[in-house]
């Protein structure tokens, strides 16, 4: 059960109404430590930031529409271990669903977690944001356009700019799971701002004065949340159908991955890849010299660095069940590499063969990590 | 022109199947020569990277060998193992490489027959299939 109220909007600044309630929330102890995006300093973009000091929130943006790293993986270090105190966390959807995984797979804690989820209209690549505050003057605040849109869901990147492929088709631009939920879409924001808040929080901030919610909701938030979905739904499945018939076969994606020179990148940037002692940064691949010449004898001739079809595959058998599609990997990616349309197209039929969608609930089990005593069972042989 | 022989690289568990294949031996049972056995303590040891590394380096088929469902030593290594062989199949599916060259088989070690039938026929289905082509990409 949740409960919600709507925050109004200050000066017609929604950013500037927020920066006050965070201020709340770290002054009155419901968080003793927030980690939310706040502007570099040269403008070029935002980096999340631990603050614990309440002035240093000037210059934050919950809805900064950049995603330069993947919150999930600062959340595991903040929470792995006891943090000894409340870290508040401002993160985009596809960051509580990357989080809701690592729980599963014990690198995240939720007990002294408040995630606080923010309705994303979607990001630019970190280079892109960078061009365009540097052209500044060309039509105002970019966070500001962005969130113009929202209110009807109609959202309208900056001229001559895209969002990021991964959230051209996302399908969850509300958060999910969240124990502070902080909606844009279907309302105006230069008026007002919906806050959703957990049952036992909501009861703390009202007791701290804070924010007083009730039982109601949004309806005309739902709605615009519905058909932005059924949108990116309907792309996602235009960009799947396209990759598809682009991949028929293993010619057709190895041409796909030709280009990739093996640099790891979007490993490093996948939230979902934990392992601390990956296979393919261990001396595992560290062959030497007789036996790449032997494959060479035996191919005729053989691509270095070796094993970049292996790579893939096996990064897909690892973890593709758990891939939530923030798309962080393709932004990683020097060349330009379909990695995210690969792992999220693959990823709907894996995940299909288990029912299973990652990030939609702790209580679910990921696939690599179970089993069901009858299943599969034609997989043996046996039948 | 001379017949195509497949090899097959077959990860086969302690406990059971690679005991089954030692009685096969020992039992006199006839299979073709055409398999190399990779000695494991369970099915649920095997991780998807040998059986695609052994794949895209030459081998025409891979036999994954485990106790029957109950029986692991290990519990559930070979439900995990079952699990791990259909997302692999899955993701190769959806990367276009649709061959049935991954067999995952369930063969105690009192089955010493039924691993040299096993081999036989996987023998046989791999020489209709002719050579993996994966082996031949040396963009890989
Ligand atoms: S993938 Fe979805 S939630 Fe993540 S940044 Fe893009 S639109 Fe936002
Ligand atoms: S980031 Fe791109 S080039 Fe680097 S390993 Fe991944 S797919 Fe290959
Ligand atoms: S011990 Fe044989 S499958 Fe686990």
Redesign the pocket.
Request: charged content about 15%; aromatic content about 6%.
């Given at each position: 059960m949740s409960k919600s109220a709507m925050l109004e909007v200050k000066n017609n600044d929604p950013i500037g109404t927020l920066r006050d309630f965070f201020r709340d929330l770290l002054e009155k102890k419901v968080v003793d430590a927030l980690l939310i995006p706040k502007k570099l300093p040269s403008g070029d973009g935002y980096c999340q930031t631990l603050i614990r000091d309440p002035e240093l929130l000037v210059d934050v943006n919950p809805f900064a529409p950049t995603?330069p790293v993947q919150s999930a993986k600062l959340i595991s270090h903040l929470t792995i271990m006891d943090p000894g105190c409340k870290v508040g966390a401002v993160l985009?959807?596809?960051?509580i669903r990357a989080v809701i995984e690592l729980v599963k797979f014990l690198q995240v804690k939720l007990d002294r977690l408040i995630l606080i989820g923010v309705d994303?209209?979607?990001?630019y690549e970190p280079s892109d944001y960078a061009k365009m505050s540097r052209e500044k003057g060309k039509g105002g605040s970019i966070t500001g356009n962005l969130l113009k849109g929202a209110r009807e869901g109609k959202i309208k990147p900056q001229d001559g700019y895209d969002?990021?492929l991964?959230?051209q088709i996302?399908e969850?631009?509300n958060p999910q799971n969240a124990d502070v939920i902080i909606g844009l879409f279907g309302h105006n924001p230069q008026k007002e701002i919906y806050v959703e808040l957990r049952d036992g929080l909501a009861g703390e901030l009202a007791e701290k004065g804070i924010l007083a919610t009730t039982e109601k909701g949004s309806s005309s938030r739902d709605s615009v949340i519905e058909r932005l979905t059924e949108e990116r739904l309907k792309r996602r499945d235009e960009v799947f159908d396209a990759f598809r018939s682009r991949v028929k076969n293993l010619q057709d994606l190895m041409d796909a991955l030709s280009t990739c020179i093996r640099c790891h990148n979007c490993m490093v940037a996948c939230p979902i890849c934990y392992c601390k002692e990956c296979v393919f940064k261990t001396p595992t691949f560290e062959h030497k010299a007789d036996q790449f010449l032997r494959w060479a004898d035996r191919k005729g001739g053989v691509r270095m660095p070796t094993d970049t079809l292996l790579f893939h595959l096996i990064r897909l058998s690892h973890m593709v069940t758990s891939c939530i599609?923030?798309?962080l990997c393709d932004s990683a990616c020097p060349n330009d590499l379909p990695v995210a349309t690969l792992f999220r197209a693959v990823g709907q039929k894996v995940q299909g063969l288990f029912d299973y969608t990652p990030g939609r609930s702790v209580d679910e089990e990921p696939p690599v990590a179970t089993f069901k005593e009858d299943e599969l069972q034609g997989e043996s042989g046996t039948t | 022109m001379e017949e195509f022989e497949p090899r097959i690289i077959a990860f086969l568990c302690h406990w059971c199947t690679y005991t089954g294949a030692d009685l096969a031996g020992t039992t006199r049972q006839q299979y073709p020569p055409n398999i190399r056995i990779i000695h494991m303590m369970c099915s649920g040891a095997v991780d998807t990277i040998y059986i695609l590394k052994a794949l895209i380096d030459g081998a025409d088929g891979v036999l994954v060998g485990g106790c029957h469902p109950g029986d692991c030593h290990y519990q559930t290594g070979n439900y995990k193992a079952r699990r791990r062989v259909a997302i692999l199949k899955e993701i190769l599916d959806q990367a276009g490489f649709t061959e049935d060259r991954i067999w995952l088989r369930w063969i105690s070690a009192s089955e010493g027959k039924l691993f040299a039938d096993t081999v036989t026929q996987m023998v046989e289905e791999l020489k209709k299939m002719g050579p993996n082509p994966m082996k031949k990409l040396w963009l890989a």
């Open positions: 995603l985009k959807s596809c960051e994303c209209p979607g990001t969002l990021r991964a959230c996302c969850y631009p599609g923030c798309g | -």
